[in-house]
């Protein structure tokens, strides 16, 4: 039995280490969340969904991690023609008021949303200056 001692005990070694449990992982950042691609779900008016369209249903953010964006936004023109309108720029994130505010590259005009929530799906984007709220998804 003397002889098996030693061999018992490291296999039991080998087994309390191995059932360890592993660091969890960082939880990601705001910024971290953001970068990728997103799809228009829905837009909430008074707290009720409205009705989108097919295609504005194409409409998504690109977010990149050296902060640029691509807006690639979809609508129906005055003959239900589906036209697509491209915005590129640079986008800030303050992480701490929640506040996404994006330049253009074309001119210097701002838009600024509040983000009031985001997890690793979903993303929900209120215009500042406005009482309705657009929720993307993550693709």
Not at 16 to 25: F, N, S
Not at 56 to 61: A, C, E
């Amino acid at each position: 039995m003397k002889k098996y001692l030693p061999a018992v005990l490291t296999l039991c070694l080998l087994i309390g280490q191995a059932c360890q449990k592993d660091d969890p992982a960082p939880e990601p950042t705001m910024f971290e969340r953001l970068t990728g691609e997103w799809h228009i779900h829905e837009k909430i008016v008074d707290g009720t969904s409205e009705a989108i369209t097919d295609c504005v249903k194409n409409t998504s953010f690109v977010f990149d991690a050296e902060r640029n964006f691509i807006l690639n936004n979809y609508a129906l023109s005055a003959t239900d023609e589906c036209l697509l309108s491209q915005v590129t720029g640079t986008y800030i994130l303050d992480e701490e008021t929640k506040v996404l505010i994006f330049q253009s590259s074309d001119d210097d005009e701002l838009a600024s949303f509040n983000i009031t929530s985001i997890t690793a799906n979903q993303l929900k984007l209120q215009p500042t200056e406005s009482d309705y709220v657009l929720v993307f998804n993550k693709n």
